[in-house]
C-alpha cells in the first residue's frame, strides 16, 4: 500500500521505504550535535543508528527545532531523537517509547558563584540573570519559576554556555545531564547539585500516534536496555 494509507503502520511504511527519517535538533550534547559541516554526533545519534540497523533501514537524520519537534514527528519525519523529555503535552500530541534516561533541572553557573546559586529561592532574586534556550522544557520551567529574576532567552543552544563564561549571564536551568557535560567541557563552569535536581523527569523517545509502530520501537529500546547495546553506546558519553 502506498504511504499514508489509513490503516497502515508507520512501521510498514518505513520498512517499505527502506529508511528510516529521524527528527533531531543537533544542540544538545551530550545526546545530539550536528556540526558546522553538518555532521551528527551523541548518544541518541549513536542509537538511532542501531534503531535503523535492527529495522534493517537506513537512517536518514532530519533537522528540527524544540519548538516544532512534537509537530514534525508524522510529517517530516518517523520519530523524534536527542534529549527528548517527556511532557505531558507533547504526549497529547504523539506517543512515546518506554523512558531510557531520568534526568532534571539544576543549575550550571560559573565555579566561583556555585554557592551563590543553590536553591531557587537564592536564584530568582533582582539582579540575577537565568539565560535559556527557547521552545523546550527548560524555557516552561523558567517561566514558571523565575518571577524575580531576569529570564534571558537566547536562540542558540550551541552558544549558551559561552555567554555564561563571558559573564553576560549568571547561570542556566537545564537538564542535570547537560550540566555534567559542558562542566566537563568547560573547567570554568560548575554543575549545581546535579544528583539532586529540582526536578524529576525522564527522556523517551517521541513517535506518532500508532501502536504498532510504538510496540516495535519499544520492544528494541528495551532489548537495547538490556542486552548491552545501551551501556556501551553511552558510555563514552555519560562516563
Ligand atoms: O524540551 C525538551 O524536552 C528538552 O529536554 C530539551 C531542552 C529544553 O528543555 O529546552 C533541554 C536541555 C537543552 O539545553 C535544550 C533543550
Redesign the pocket.
Same mark, same amino acid.
Given at each position: 500500500a502506498p504511504e499514508g494509507h489509513g490503516a497502515q503502520s508507520r512501521l510498514d511504511v518505513v520498512q517499505a521505504r527502506g529508511e528510516i527519517r529521524v527528527c533531531s %535538533?543537533g /544542540?544538545?550534547r551530550p545526546f545530539t550535535y550536528r556540526d558546522a559541516d553538518g555532521a551528527w554526533s551523541g548518544i541518541d545519534i549513536d542509537l538511532a543508528g542501531d534503531l535503523a540497523r535492527r529495522l534493517g533501514v537506513r537512517l536518514q537524520l532530519v533537522q528540527t527545532t524544540?519548538k516544532a519537534?512534537a509537530d514534525d514527528v508524522g510529517r517530516k519525519c518517523d520519530l523524534a531523537m536527542g @534529549?527528548?523529555?517527556v511532557?505531558l503535552d507533547?504526549a497529547k500530541k504523539g506517543f512515546y517509547t518506554v523512558p531510557y534516561l531520568r /534526568?532534571g533541572k539544576t543549575p550550571i553557573t560559573l565555579c566561583e558563584n556555585e554557592k551563590r546559586f543553590q536553591t531557587l529561592e537564592q536564584i530568582d532574586q533582582p539582579g540575577v540573570r537565568a539565560i535559556?534556550?527557547p @521552545? @523546550? %522544557?527548560?524555557?516552561?520551567?523558567a517561566d514558571a519559576n523565575l518571577k524575580r529574576a531576569t529570564i534571558v532567552r537566547h536562540p542558540d543552544?550551541n552558544t549558551?554556555f559561552a555567554e555564561i563564561l563571558a559573564g553576560r549571564a549568571d547561570l542556566?536551568i %537545564? /537538564?542535570a545531564t547537560?550540566t555534567r557535560w559542558q562542566a566537563k567541557q568547560n573547567p570554568r563552569l560548575c554543575a549545581v547539585h546535579p544528583d539532586e535536581p529540582f526536578t524529576f523527569?525522564e527522556?523517551a523517545y517521541l513517535l506518532p500516534r500508532d501502536v504498532v509502530f510504538k510496540e516495535w520501537a519499544d520492544q528494541w529500546l528495551h532489548l537495547a536496555l538490556n542486552d548491552g547495546t545501551y551501556a556501551r553506546i553511552a558510555k563514552p558519553w555519560l562516563g
Amino acid at each position: 500500500a502506498p504511504e499514508g494509507h489509513g490503516a497502515q503502520s508507520r512501521l510498514d511504511v518505513v520498512q517499505a521505504r527502506g529508511e528510516i527519517r529521524v527528527c533531531s %535538533t543537533g /544542540d544538545y550534547r551530550p545526546f545530539t550535535y550536528r556540526d558546522a559541516d553538518g555532521a551528527w554526533s551523541g548518544i541518541d545519534i549513536d542509537l538511532a543508528g542501531d534503531l535503523a540497523r535492527r529495522l534493517g533501514v537506513r537512517l536518514q537524520l532530519v533537522q528540527t527545532t524544540w519548538k516544532a519537534i512534537a509537530d514534525d514527528v508524522g510529517r517530516k519525519c518517523d520519530l523524534a531523537m536527542g @534529549g527528548v523529555s517527556v511532557t505531558l503535552d507533547r504526549a497529547k500530541k504523539g506517543f512515546y517509547t518506554v523512558p531510557y534516561l531520568r /534526568d532534571g533541572k539544576t543549575p550550571i553557573t560559573l565555579c566561583e558563584n556555585e554557592k551563590r546559586f543553590q536553591t531557587l529561592e537564592q536564584i530568582d532574586q533582582p539582579g540575577v540573570r537565568a539565560i535559556v534556550n527557547p @521552545g @523546550g %522544557t527548560n524555557e516552561q520551567f523558567a517561566d514558571a519559576n523565575l518571577k524575580r529574576a531576569t529570564i534571558v532567552r537566547h536562540p542558540d543552544n550551541n552558544t549558551i554556555f559561552a555567554e555564561i563564561l563571558a559573564g553576560r549571564a549568571d547561570l542556566m536551568i %537545564t /537538564d542535570a545531564t547537560e550540566t555534567r557535560w559542558q562542566a566537563k567541557q568547560n573547567p570554568r563552569l560548575c554543575a549545581v547539585h546535579p544528583d539532586e535536581p529540582f526536578t524529576f523527569s525522564e527522556k523517551a523517545y517521541l513517535l506518532p500516534r500508532d501502536v504498532v509502530f510504538k510496540e516495535w520501537a519499544d520492544q528494541w529500546l528495551h532489548l537495547a536496555l538490556n542486552d548491552g547495546t545501551y551501556a556501551r553506546i553511552a558510555k563514552p558519553w555519560l562516563g
